[in-house]
């Protein structure tokens, strides 16, 4: 089960730090991922925290202006996003992976809007 939380209404150019609380026991395990969906379009992934101290991957909309990060330990991953734009606009899910197995949050609206 995957919980998101601290999505919200910003201003361009603010910031937003989305986190995901997870229950599966070995986290560190997993490959955690951000994506993100708009209506009438497809999923996006935003940005990937692999497992085992891998390292991150992000999608080059974001590259630069969001950060994913993880503690094993409390089974969270986050998502800071700064220097917000109007086309992050989206409903943003988290994501788990292993072994081709996915398992989604239920989702949190991010709206950047003037």
């Known amino acids: 089960q995957l919980v998101e939380s601290g999505g919200g209404s910003v201003q361009p150019g603010g910031s937003l730090k989305l986190s995901c609380a997870a229950n599966e026991p070995t986290f560190n395990s997993y490959d955690m991922s951000w994506y993100r969906q708009v209506p009438g379009k497809e999923r996006e992934l935003v940005a990937t925290?692999?497992?085992?101290?891998?390292?991150?991957e992000y999608v080059d909309s974001v590259a630069g202006r969001f950060t994913v990060s993880r503690d094993d330990i409390q089974r969270k991953v986050y998502l800071q996003m700064n220097d917000l734009r109007p086309e992050d606009t989206a409903v943003y899910y988290c994501?788990?992976?292993?072994?081709?197995?996915?398992?989604w949050g239920q989702g949190t609206q991010v709206t950047v809007s003037s």
């Open positions: 925290s692999r497992g085992f101290g891998g390292k991150a």
């Open positions: 994501n788990s992976r292993r072994f081709g197995i996915d398992s």
